[in-house]
């Protein structure tokens, strides 16, 4: 399974207001990361929770 790729054009984190931010969105749902520097490139890695419930059925 590939690792989809998106940009990453910006990272604010500002601890002191709880403010973390990914692409000016939101990081809520993400558990772990890992900010890498390599050749003049930046990447991120990302570890994201998700809950998948079954949709309700009828019987």
């Known amino acids: 399974m590939a ?3 998106k940009a990453f ?3 604010h984190i ?3 207001k709880g ?6 969105e939101s990081m809520k749902a ?3 990361l890992e900010l890498e520097f390599n050749n ?3 990447s991120l890695l990302v570890t994201k929770d ?3 419930k079954q ?4 019987i």
């Open 14 to 16: 500002d601890i002191k």
């Open 19 to 24: 403010e973390y931010l990914l692409n000016g």
């Open 40 to 42: 003049g490139e930046w």
């Open 30 to 32: 993400i558990s772990h």
């Open 55 to 58: 949709a309700a059925t009828k």
């Open 9 to 11: 054009e910006s990272l």
């Open 3 to 5: 690792i989809e790729s």
């Open 50 to 52: 998700e809950l998948f």
